[in-house]
């Protein structure tokens, strides 16, 4: 059974910076395209970034040239550096496959205060 474990998450001040991990168990995690959302408080979950299993990524709008998604795929893990960090940014934020394929793991909350 396929489970996300997401980790890293905290509260900044804003300009901080964070690194969320998340750990995969299961299998075949080398060939997922991959993917960050989050879910701030009264709104829905929205893709943050995505890396497909070539290392090519991809971002929204909001958090280009601030966050870098990236994956070891020996260690069936993923990453997401946040630099410059916004109040906006506060959220839960959660990983899966680039079309949210499994359930949901528990998410790791960043609170960013202005």
């Known amino acids: 059974q396929v489970q996300f474990v997401e980790s890293g998450g905290g509260s900044v001040h804003a300009g901080g910076s964070l690194r969320l991990s998340c750990d995969y168990s299961g299998f075949f995690f080398s060939r997922l395209p991959m993917a960050w959302y989050r879910r701030a408080p009264g709104k829905q979950r929205t893709l943050v970034a995505r890396i497909t299993r070539d290392m090519n990524t991809d971002y929204a709008d909001s958090v280009k040239g601030r966050f870098t998604i990236s994956r070891d795929n020996t260690k069936k893990m993923m990453f997401l550096q946040m630099n410059d960090l916004k109040a906006d940014d506060t959220a839960v934020y959660y990983c899966?496959?680039?079309?949210?394929?499994?359930?949901w793991g528990q998410g790791t909350q960043v609170t960013v205060s202005s």
């Open positions: 899966n496959t680039d079309s949210a394929t499994f359930t």
